[in-house]
């Protein structure tokens, strides 16, 4: 049974930085990447950022380039993300999910959110001004 649990999330002020995590555990394919999305109340989940599970090929979301960064610790099966000059606009809750395909040095189909198989409860990143 795959589980994804995120935690890290907070209420920060404009500028700030936060860190997320999503810690992984069960059996899973190094064919997947570990992706980050963000939703907001009526709104579709967006994505944010993403990294292959086994070989390290990270995604951004152009809203998020240079301020982003995604990184993974095998050793703990965790995945971060670590977010610095957050604004208001960033303000969401951040899902985790497993899915997209991996090959190589790409993977594929990593931005749509119906690709992804496993998701974690979320959690929730307010940015105030």
């Known amino acids: 049974q795959v589980q994804l649990v995120e935690s890290g999330g907070g209420l920060v002020q404009t500028g700030d930085s936060l860190t997320l995590s999503c810690a992984a555990s069960?059996?899973?394919?190094?064919?997947?990447?570990v992706g980050w999305f963000r939703q907001t109340s009526g709104k579709e989940r967006e994505f944010v950022a993403a990294?292959?599970?086994?070989?390290?090929?990270?995604y951004f979301a152009d809203s998020v380039k240079g301020r982003f960064t995604i990184s993974r610790d095998n050793a703990k099966n965790t995945v971060y993300l670590q977010m610095n000059s957050l604004n208001p606009d960033d303000t969401a809750v951040y899902y985790c999910?497993?899915?997209?395909?991996?090959?190589?040095?790409?993977?594929?189909?990593?931005?749509?959110?119906?690709?992804?198989?496993?998701w974690g409860q979320g959690t929730q990143v307010t940015v105030s001004s």
């Open positions: 999910g497993l899915g997209g395909y991996c090959s190589g040095n790409d993977c594929y189909e990593v931005v749509k959110p119906h690709k992804y198989d496993y």
């Open positions: 069960g059996r899973i394919s190094s064919t997947y990447a």
């Open positions: 990294i292959s599970w086994s070989g390290g090929n990270t």
